[in-house]
C-alpha cells in the first residue's frame, strides 16, 4: 500500500477515534485499516496511537504527524483537481464560518447568492462565537473579525466595524448622554458575553489607551439580548457596529461617545487554499468580498 493511502487511513482513525468506525467510513475491512496503521508505525519508527479495549487516542507523535498528514493529503487533492479541470466548474461540500450574529446577517445572504448560482454545491455553516481551527475543524472558509494572528492561512481584508456604545432615545432622554468614559458609572450598564466577576471596557483619548471598570447592572450571555434590553431601554450596551446595523438604521438606538472609540477592528476571509485554488473556494470568496465590500454598514 502506498504512502499516502497509508496516510488517508491512519487520519481517518485519528478522526473516528477508532479502527472499526475508521473501516466503515472508508469502506473496507478492520484488518486493512490495522495493517495500514501498523505499517506506517514500522515505516516511521514512532507509536502514532495508544490503543485500549475502550479508545484509541493519539500519542504526542501521532498529533504532529496528523498535522502534516492533513496538509500532505490536501495538496495532493489540490493537484489532483487542478490535473482533472475541477477548478473550471465549482462543485462539492464547502464548510465556512463565521460569527453567530455576522453569519445569520451578513454570511447566509452570501450563501443563498452561492448555491442559486453554482448547482453542484452544498455548503455547510458554522456560525460560532469563537476562534474555529480551520484545519482541525475541516473549515474550507472562515470569516473572521478582529486583527489576525500570524498564519499560514490566505487572508482577504473586506471591511472594518467599530467596537460602540449605544442606548435607546428613551434612555437617553430620561438619563442623558455621558460625555466621557468616566461618566459611564452613573448610568446603568449591559454587559454582554461571559460571566466574569470584573468588566473593563476599553476607549481611546486622543490616540491613549483609557480603561473603565464598571459595574454592569444587567449582565448577558449573548449579544441579541442586549440588542434587546437596550432598545427596551434598560440602559447603555457595548457592542460591534454590524450587530446593531438594523436597529440604528429604525431609529430604536443611537451610538454614543464616538469620540473615544477604539480603533476600528478589520474584517478578513481566510482559507486554506495552497498553490491550486480550489474552484468552489475561490468562487465563495470571491462572491463574499465582493458582498462585504460593497456593504456599507462594514466600510
Known amino acids: 500500500m502506498d504512502r499516502l493511502n497509508m496516510m488517508a487511513i491512519f487520519i481517518a482513525v485519528a478522526e473516528q477515534e477508532g479502527f472499526a468506525g475508521a473501516a466503515r467510513l472508508l469502506n473496507i475491512s478492520p484488518p486493512a485499516v490495522t495493517r495500514a496503521v501498523a505499517a506506517l508505525e514500522a515505516h516511521l519508527g514512532v507509536k502514532l496511537f495508544n490503543r485500549t479495549t475502550r479508545f484509541v487516542r493519539l500519542t504526542e507523535a501521532g498529533q504532529r504527524y496528523a498535522e502534516d498528514a492533513r496538509r500532505i493529503i490536501a495538496a495532493a487533492d489540490e ?5 482533472t479541470g475541477i477548478n473550471a466548474e465549482p462543485k462539492g461540500h464547502l464548510v465556512v464560518t463565521a460569527p453567530v450574529l455576522f453569519g445569520r446577517s451578513y454570511v447566509i445572504p452570501g450563501i ?5 448560482k453554482y448547482k453542484n454545491t452544498e455548503v455547510t455553516a458554522l456560525f460560532l462565537d469563537r476562534i474555529v481551527n480551520l484545519l482541525e475543524e475541516g473549515v474550507d472558509v472562515g470569516i473572521r473579525i478582529g486583527e489576525l494572528p500570524d498564519s499560514s492561512y490566505k487572508a482577504l481584508r473586506v471591511g472594518q466595524v467599530r467596537r460602540v456604545l449605544c442606548a435607546s432615545p428613551s434612555y437617553l432622554a430620561e438619563h442623558g448622554i455621558p460625555s466621557t468614559p468616566d461618566a459611564l458609572v ?7 458575553g ?4 470584573t468588566v473593563d471596557w476599553r476607549f481611546e483619548n486622543d490616540g491613549s489607551p483609557v480603561s473603565i471598570r464598571i459595574k454592569p447592572r444587567l449582565r448577558v450571555t449573548s449579544n441579541d439580548a442586549a440588542i434587546e434590553a437596550a432598545v427596551l431601554g434598560l440602559g447603555i450596551t457595548r457592542l460591534l457596529s454590524y450587530q446593531i446595523a438594523t436597529q440604528l438604521a429604525s431609529g430604536e438606538l443611537k451610538i454614543i461617545m464616538r469620540e473615544f472609540e477604539p480603533k476600528p477592528m478589520p474584517i478578513n476571509i481566510i482559507h486554506r487554499e495552497g498553490r491550486y485554488a480550489s474552484a468552489k473556494i475561490r468562487s465563495f470568496v470571491d462572491l463574499m468580498s465582493t458582498r462585504l465590500r460593497n456593504d456599507l454598514a462594514l466600510s
Open 79 to 83: 493537484a489532483d483537481e487542478a490535473a
Open 112 to 116: 443563498s447568492d452561492y448555491l442559486q
Open 186 to 192: 452613573k448610568h446603568q450598564l449591559i454587559v454582554a
Open 194 to 197: 461571559a460571566i466574569s466577576a
